[in-house]
């Protein structure tokens, strides 16, 4: 059974955020119209996904997780994170929890760099050290994993 992809997880974290928030609202830090700056986290996680995906594309390698590279993508925004995809889709994440303005949403935010690192990073970067190597190893001592 193939594992689920990254977007699986951040629509189960998404539903998990509304129930916390809906049943279990531990802590309102803000309500409308403060709850607007969670558009700030969440239109720049959009705009970081879609800016890597169009450098995948300009390279013709793949998105997807463990999928073999045919490159290995170091511009903007690679250049300021190893991953900005899973960067951007946290953002949108804390987004998300700070327009609903609960404690409680928060927790799924707080979880999902973890369970990407765990389910998704390690792997994938242990294929770009089998594939590409001394491009892998400069590259990932001058750029971080997260930001």
């Given at each position: 059974?193939?594992?689920?992809?990254?977007p699986v997880?951040?629509?189960?974290?998404?539903?998990?955020?509304?129930?916390?928030?809906?049943t279990f609202p531990i802590y309102r830090y803000w309500a409308f119209p403060m709850s607007l700056l969670g558009l700030v986290p969440l239109v720049l996680g959009v705009a970081l996904n879609v800016t890597a995906d169009q450098a995948f594309k300009k390279y013709d390698t793949t998105v997807k997780?463990?999928?073999q590279s045919s490159a290995l993508v170091t511009e903007f925004p690679f250049s300021i994170s190893r991953n900005p995809m899973y960067v951007g889709i946290t953002l949108m994440l804390l987004g998300v929890a700070l327009l609903l303005g609960s404690a409680s949403s928060l927790v799924p935010v707080l979880v999902f760099?973890?369970?990407?690192?765990?389910?998704?990073?390690?792997?994938?970067?242990?294929?770009?050290?089998?594939?590409?190597?001394?491009?892998?190893e400069r590259y990932r001592s001058t750029v971080r994993r997260w930001i």
């Amino acid at each position: 059974m193939k594992k689920p992809l990254p977007p699986v997880y951040f629509l189960l974290a998404l539903v998990l955020m509304a129930v916390l928030h809906f049943t279990f609202p531990i802590y309102r830090y803000w309500a409308f119209p403060m709850s607007l700056l969670g558009l700030v986290p969440l239109v720049l996680g959009v705009a970081l996904n879609v800016t890597a995906d169009q450098a995948f594309k300009k390279y013709d390698t793949t998105v997807k997780p463990f999928e073999q590279s045919s490159a290995l993508v170091t511009e903007f925004p690679f250049s300021i994170s190893r991953n900005p995809m899973y960067v951007g889709i946290t953002l949108m994440l804390l987004g998300v929890a700070l327009l609903l303005g609960s404690a409680s949403s928060l927790v799924p935010v707080l979880v999902f760099p973890y369970l990407l690192s765990r389910m998704f990073i390690r792997k994938e970067e242990q294929m770009l050290t089998e594939t590409f190597p001394a491009d892998w190893e400069r590259y990932r001592s001058t750029v971080r994993r997260w930001i």
